[in-house]
C-alpha cells in the first residue's frame, strides 16, 4: 500500500475524478428530467421504401462484384491464351506464306498510294513471318529490332538487316520513308522470297 498516496495524489488522478463525478451528476440530473420527444408524423410507405432502397443497394453491390469478378477472370483467361499461343508455333507454314503474301501485296498498294513509311513496315511484316516460316527466328509479337537482329548474327542475311534496321529507323528515329527506301526494302523482300 506504499505505492498508492502517489496515484490518489497526482493531477491526473484528481482530475479524471472529477470528470467521472461530473458526468454522473449530469446523468442523475438528466434521469430526472421527464421530456417527451417531439410528436413525428408516421409515414406508413417510409419502411417499405426503405426495404426497398436497401435491397437495391445489396443487389448492385452483388452485381458490381459478379462484373469486378467476370473482368478478372476474362483477363486471367487472355493471359493464359497468350501464354499458350506463344508456346505453340502460331502458323502453319501455308498460312504464314499466305501471310507474307498478304503483306506484300499491301506493301505494294501502300507504295502506289505513296504511304513508304507503311509499305516498309508492311514488307518488315513480311520478312518477319519468312524468318518465321524458315524456322530461323520464331515469331513472337514482345520481339524488338534489336532482338530479331541478334538472333540472325548467327546466319547474317543483308536483306533481313537491310528490312530491320529501316523499320528501326522509321519507326523509333526521326528518318523518313521516300520512294527509293521503299525500293531497297522491297529489293531486299524480293532476295528473301526467292526459293
Not at 497526482?10 to 421530456?35: C, M, N, P, T, V
Not at 501464354?83 to 504464314?96: F, I, L, N, Y
Not at 501485296?105 to 513480311?126: F, H, V
Request: charged content about 20%.
Amino acid at each position: 500500500m506504499s505505492d498508492l498516496p502517489h496515484r490518489t495524489s497526482s493531477l491526473a488522478w484528481q482530475i479524471g475524478q472529477g470528470l467521472r463525478r461530473l458526468s454522473e451528476w449530469s446523468e442523475y440530473q438528466f434521469s430526472r428530467l421527464d421530456i417527451d420527444g417531439p410528436n413525428l408524423p408516421t409515414w406508413p410507405w417510409l419502411e417499405p421504401l426503405g426495404r426497398v432502397l436497401f435491397w437495391l443497394t445489396v443487389a448492385a453491390l452483388i452485381l458490381w462484384m459478379g462484373w469486378l469478378l467476370y473482368r478478372g477472370l476474362m483477363a486471367y483467361l487472355h493471359r493464359q491464351q497468350q501464354r499458350r499461343g506463344a508456346s505453340q508455333p502460331q502458323t502453319t507454314s501455308d498460312q504464314a506464306l499466305k501471310q507474307a503474301a498478304d503483306w506484300w501485296r499491301k506493301a505494294q498498294r501502300l507504295a502506289q498510294a505513296g504511304n513508304y513509311t507503311e509499305a516498309c513496315a508492311a514488307l518488315y511484316m513480311a520478312a518477319l513471318i519468312r524468318l518465321n516460316d524458315t524456322n530461323l527466328v520464331p515469331y513472337q509479337v514482345s520481339r524488338t529490332d534489336g532482338e530479331y537482329l541478334d538472333c540472325i548474327t548467327a546466319q547474317p542475311s543483308r536483306p533481313y538487316e537491310l528490312l530491320i534496321r529501316t523499320h528501326e529507323r522509321l519507326t523509333f528515329g526521326s528518318a523518313l520513308a521516300t520512294e527509293e527506301t521503299y525500293q531497297r526494302c522491297r529489293r531486299a523482300y524480293q532476295e528473301i522470297a526467292q526459293p
